[in-house]
């Protein structure tokens, strides 16, 4: 019975101590029908005991082996006991005298795929029974059919433990995967409950993931996952679980003694802190930025699934330059679900083509004519009121489709709004319209924008496409082909918002431009700070020297326009000269500047 080449063939299969399986407790369901008896099971013997693969009609998954009839029956074909009461083997067996009052017995060996004796299909019945030939004929061939199952699962256990490997571990990091780590979650929670402590679950969000892929590719973000992974690990406890949550985001679970104080969410400040250091890669410094999203169990959720969705959610609600851990709360719940329901309404809006635009002059500073407009848009909910473009375009900027939509809306009425001037007068003005930086990445941005033009007939040389410095430095390589497929078909482009960002000469040489935009964080300083003044004066240079007309944009007061016109900036734009209108407003203006037909 303890024979060690027979062990070894029983623990080889991966039988024990698993699951029931239907392709199992078919046989056992069948058999047991057949026969017409109360319990049937597939029992594998093991060094101390008989364990139950499958059963019918049995409550106990594995019996001692000293109780065991399956054990006498090894060495044989089949055991057949008529009545264990009138046997010598079974008369004073524990399962004979008691609860289940065994009575009849008749197993069928089962072997290994090297012929080793693993254990039995048996039939039991409470009361004593005779077997004829034909059925124990027939209990033999069950059990076959029993064995080529088993064997078979051994060939398909052997195929898929490299298979299972890599479904359970990802494959980049080698952490265990989603659903792996959920496992280890609810087993630590388990842990966590019966010892009462508290669980402590962080979703690490890499935030920056599409930057990074636009800067270093596929390979690169690999390796940066890879080495924050890494990170995580080596600045964890041993009893703390961790894993992945998606291609850029990380689970932490860890658990603490509700005691003492909760230092669980300083811990995971720390740890964000390391996760979120640069990372070299092919010589360059990849920045990181990571988002934690705390919540704790039970507190903040009734079962596994809900506490990592509320982690989730507080990741989600990290807000950009704000602190970079957030903790799970209702507070986070409601502004969760609140912008949830605000890329809703503003979907919603954008579909139904309902988002307004008002136009903001751009004037000439030697003559105070007006030159051109900058498109802005207005979103006037029925409910909130009006949202302004800072709050609702990084809401559509953070997800691709909204933002492919608003880039449409925008360019559609800007594209309108000039056909309809353009009918009207003789002199209309530019149109300079907002381009969202991820659409300079999209194959398909170039020939959506000379569709529209298309589409409304109107030259593409009126229209100014604003981009921002943040978003052309993501892969200027990539920006500067969009940008040069549009340009020769006469589109031109302005840099806004220019010396916010990085202010970079380099890649400002190496882009197709027309306008630089000075941002008014400087013409609003330009009559009171000296250094506002310098940087002014600097960045007119740079536009003279790389040959690109300027905007100044933000002027409000008489001093600030008469300091730039002295400068020598060719534009500007600001209150002072025009607030942001409705087209009826500018088509007013337009009237009193042609000449008369
Ligand atoms: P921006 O491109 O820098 O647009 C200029 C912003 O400055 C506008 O704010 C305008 O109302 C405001 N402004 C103009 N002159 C003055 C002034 O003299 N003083 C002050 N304090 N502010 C002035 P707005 O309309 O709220 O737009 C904010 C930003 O939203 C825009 O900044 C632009 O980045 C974005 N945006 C607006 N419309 C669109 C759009 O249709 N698509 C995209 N992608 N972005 C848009
Ligand atoms: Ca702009
Ligand atoms: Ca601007």
């Known amino acids: 019975m303890t024979d060690p080449e027979r062990l070894r063939e029983v623990r080889s299969l991966n039988l024990l101590d698993t699951p029931f399986e239907d392709r199992f407790d078919q046989y056992t369901r069948l058999v047991a029908s057949v026969f017409g008896v109360p319990t049937a099971l597939v029992t594998l013997v093991d060094a101390d005991r008989q364990w139950f693969k499958s059963m019918v009609g049995f409550d106990r998954r594995e019996t001692p082996i000293e109780e065991s009839f399956c054990a006498h029956a090894l060495p044989l074909d089949l055991l057949y006991v008529p009545d264990a009461r009138k046997d010598r083997r079974f008369h004073d067996n524990a399962l004979v005298v008691g609860e289940p009052y065994i009575r009849f017995y008749a197993g069928a060996v089962l072997k290994g795929p090297s012929g080793e004796p693993l254990g039995t299909l048996c039939v039991i019945d409470q009361q004593p029974r005779e077997l004829s030939d034909v059925d124990k004929w027939r209990l033999l061939m069950f059990a076959r059919i029993v064995e080529s199952e088993i064997n078979l699962h051994k060939q398909f256990d052997h195929w898929s433990v490299g298979l299972q490997h890599s479904v359970m571990y990802d494959s980049i990091t080698a952490l265990p995967g989603r659903a792996l780590f959920e496992e280890l979650v609810s087993s630590t929670w388990e842990q966590a409950a019966g010892a009462a402590k508290t669980l402590t679950l962080v979703h690490f969000h890499l935030t920056n993931f599409e930057v990074l892929h636009s800067l270093a590719g596929q390979l690169g973000c690999d390796h940066v996952m890879a080495t924050i992974a890494r990170r995580l690990e080596q600045n964890v406890r041993g009893e703390d679980r961790i894993g992945m949550l998606g291609t850029d985001r990380l689970g932490l679970a860890i658990t603490w003694g509700a005691a003492g104080p909760d230092e669980s969410v300083e811990r995971v400040n720390v740890l964000t802190r390391t996760l979120a250091k640069p990372v070299d890669y092919n010589g360059t410094r990849l920045p990181i930025e990571i988002a934690a999203g705390v919540s704790r169990a039970p507190g903040d959720a009734p079962d596994v699934e809900t506490l990592l969705a509320h982690a989730r959610m507080a990741a989600a609600d990290v807000q950009q330059g704000g602190p970079r851990v957030r903790c799970y709360s209702s507070d986070v719940h409601r502004s969760v679900a609140h912008s949830h329901e605000r890329q809703y309404r503003l979907a919603e809006t954008l579909r139904s083509d309902a988002l307004d635009q008002v136009y903001q002059p751009i004037v000439e500073c030697s003559t105070g004519r007006m030159i051109g407009v900058e498109a802005l848009a207005r979103w006037t909910d029925a409910q909130w009121g009006a949202i302004s473009p800072a709050e609702f375009v990084p809401i559509a900027e953070a997800d691709a489709d909204l933002c492919r939509m608003l880039t449409r809306c925008t360019l559609n009425s800007a594209c309108k709004q000039l056909a309809q001037w353009r009918g009207e007068f003789d002199f209309f003005p530019y149109m300079a319209v907002n381009i969202a930086g991820a659409e300079l990445y999209r194959d398909d941005f170039a020939d959506m924008v000379a569709g529209l033009v298309a589409e409304h007939q109107v030259p593409a040389t009126s229209l100014v496409l604003e981009i921002t410095e943040q ?127």
């Open 471 to 597: 978003s052309v430095i993501t892969d200027v390589e990539t920006a500067a082909k969009t940008m040069n497929a549009l340009r020769s078909q006469g589109f031109r482009f302005a840099i806004d918002d220019f010396g916010t960002g990085y202010s970079s000469l380099r890649y400002l040489q190496q882009l197709p431009l027309d306008i630089l935009k000075i941002d008014r964080s400087f013409t609003q300083l330009i009559t009171q700070d000296a250094t506002s003044h310098e940087l002014t004066v600097g960045i007119l240079q740079i536009a003279r020297t790389l040959n690109l007309a300027v905007v100044a944009e933000g002027v409000e007061t008489a001093e600030q326009y008469a300091v730039l016109q002295q400068l020598g900036a060719g534009h500007i734009q600001g209150f002072l000269l025009g607030r942001p209108q409705p087209a009826d407003a500018i088509s007013e203006q337009l009237k009193a500047l042609q000449p008369p037909r």
